[in-house]
C-alpha cells in the first residue's frame, strides 16, 4: 500500500502529543507501525522508551510483526530496543501490578490475578438483601470525575452497587494479594496515587505512548492514561469512535472525540479506505455522517446469496463459473462459501471415496474387541460404520440396530 499524505503527515509529525482519527479500512496499523519507529528516531540519544498499547493481543502480535519486517533496515542499536508493543492491561500489570501495587493492597506478597473460580472467593462476595450473592468478578469498576463506582450488568442495564460495601470486600481481597481484571485497573490507578515515584518513574521510562483503537478506552483506562498526561507523557491516541465495541465497559469513544480540543495536541485524520468500495463507504458517510474517500474503484463482479435443491448442485456451480468467466475475471479470485464442511469438500472435488472413512472406524472396532474385549464398544462402531455406507439411511437408524442388539441380549 502506498502511503498518503495524511499518513505521512501523522508519521513525520514533531514529537508532541496527537489524536488521529481515522476511518475503517485506512491503514491505521499501517501508519502507528511507522509512527512507532519514527518517534524513536526522532528521541535520538534519549534513553526513554516508545510503547504501542492495543487491547488484544491479536492486535499486538500484528503489530510486533509489522515492527519486525520494518525493523530490518533499521540499525541493530539500543534505539531499537527501546521499542515496545503491549496490550494496556499486560503494560500496566508488568510495571506497575505485579511490581508495586502490593503496597498499595497492603499485602504481604505480589498481587496475583483470580479467575473468580477459586473457592477461597466465596468469603468476598457482595450481599444483596433478597439476592444472591454476587461474585467480585461479575461487579465492574468505573470512574467518573475521578471518583469510583461500582455496577453490575442487568441485561442492557446496568445497576449502581453501594459503593462503601463493595470497597469493604475490595479491600480484604487485595490484602491478599489477589484481584480480578477490573479490579487490576482499581489497583493500577490507586497505586499510581498513592505512590508518586512509582508514577514519576514511569512517566521517564516511557516518555511516549502510543494507544491504538482509543475509541474502546475505559473510563479507569482514561484516568490512568490522565495520570501519566500530567506526569509529562506525551500520549498519542488513534482510533475511530464508529468502531467502538467496549460500549458495556463505559467506552464510548468521547475521549478520543475530546483529546484533539486540548491546547496541547494536535489532531490528524484518515479518510481514505483501502479496504471498500464506493457504494459501502457512501453508505458508511451517511451513517457516520463522514466524507472519507475510496482508495478502490468500482469492481464487476459481488456476493450471491443463493437457495438451490440438492439435484441442482451440479448446475448451480457450473452457472457460478460461468459467471465468473463472464466478468473476465480469474476463478482463483472467487470464492464459494458453504455452510457445512462436507458441502465445501464436494464442492471442491475432495470428498472421500465411499467407504475410506469407514475403514478407520472398522479397524477401531477390531482393536475394541481384540486388544480391549470391549464387545459392546465394538458393536457400536461396526454400526455406525455400516450405516455409513447406506444410500439414504433412515435417521436414527444407528440407534435401533443398538437397541434391537440390546433386546436380543
Not at 502529543?17 to 496499523?29: D, H, L, Q
Not at 474517500?293 to 437457495?307: H, K, L, M, S, V
Request: charged share 25%; with cysteine; net charge neutral.
Amino acid at each position: 500500500m502506498k502511503l498518503s499524505n495524511e499518513q505521512i503527515d501523522i508519521i513525520d509529525a514533531p514529537l508532541v502529543s496527537i489524536a488521529v482519527t481515522a476511518c475503517a479500512g485506512s491503514g491505521k496499523t499501517a501508519t502507528a507501525i511507522r509512527r512507532l519507529i519514527a518517534i524513536r528516531q526522532k528521541m535520538q540519544s534519549s534513553r526513554g522508551r516508545v510503547v504501542l498499547l492495543s487491547f488484544s493481543n491479536v492486535a499486538v502480535n500484528t503489530f510486533n510483526k509489522g515492527y519486525a519486517e520494518l525493523a530490518t533496515a533499521l540499525p541493530d542499536d539500543a534505539n531499537r530496543r527501546r521499542v515496545e508493543v503491549d496490550t494496556l492491561d499486560g503494560f500496566f500489570t508488568k510495571h506497575i501490578l505485579r511490581p508495586h501495587a502490593y503496597r498499595t493492597m497492603a499485602a504481604t506478597q505480589a498481587a496475583y490475578l483470580v479467575s473468580g473460580s477459586e473457592p477461597f472467593l466465596t468469603r468476598f462476595q457482595y450481599w444483596r438483601e433478597g439476592s444472591p450473592p454476587l461474585p467480585l468478578k461479575d461487579i465492574k469498576v468505573g470512574m467518573f470525575n475521578k471518583d469510583f463506582y461500582f455496577v453490575i450488568s442487568k441485561g442492557d442495564e446496568l445497576e449502581l452497587l453501594d459503593k462503601s460495601e463493595v470497597l469493604k470486600i475490595v479491600n480484604r481481597l487485595g490484602k491478599t494479594g489477589a484481584y480480578t481484571h477490573d479490579l487490576g485497573r482499581y489497583w493500577v490507578y490507586q497505586t499510581l496515587v498513592s505512590q508518586p515515584a512509582v508514577l514519576r518513574a514511569l512517566a521517564a521510562r516511557y516518555p511516549q505512548i502510543l494507544v491504538d483503537e482509543s475509541q474502546d478506552l475505559g473510563t479507569v483506562h482514561q484516568e490512568i492514561l490522565e495520570l501519566l498526561i500530567c506526569s509529562g507523557v506525551q500520549v498519542t491516541l488513534i482510533g475511530d469512535v464508529n468502531q467502538g465495541i467496549y460500549g458495556f465497559a463505559g467506552a464510548d469513544g468521547e475521549f478520543l472525540k475530546s483529546y484533539e480540543a486540548r491546547a496541547e495536541v494536535t489532531g490528524y485524520k484518515l479518510t481514505r479506505n483501502y479496504r471498500s468500495l464506493p457504494p459501502i463507504i457512501n453508505i458508511a458517510n451517511s451513517l457516520c455522517d463522514r466524507n472519507d474517500e475510496p482508495d478502490r474503484q468500482n469492481e464487476q463482479g459481488g456476493a450471491f446469496f443463493i437457495g438451490y435443491k440438492e439435484s441442482e448442485l451440479p448446475k448451480l456451480t457450473e452457472a457460478f463459473k460461468a459467471h465468473i468467466d463472464e466478468l473476465g475475471m480469474q476463478l482463483q479470485d472467487s470464492v464459494i462459501l458453504c455452510r457445512g464442511v462436507r458441502r465445501a469438500e464436494v464442492i471442491a472435488g475432495r470428498a472421500s471415496p465411499p467407504g475410506q472413512g469407514m475403514v478407520k472406524v472398522l479397524a477401531e472396532a477390531s482393536l475394541l474387541r481384540d486388544q480391549h474385549s470391549n464387545y459392546h464398544g465394538c458393536f457400536k462402531l461396526v454400526c455406525r460404520a455400516i450405516i455409513g455406507l447406506l444410500d439414504n439411511a433412515p435417521m436414527g437408524s444407528v440407534q435401533d440396530f443398538r437397541g434391537y442388539h440390546m433386546k436380543t441380549e
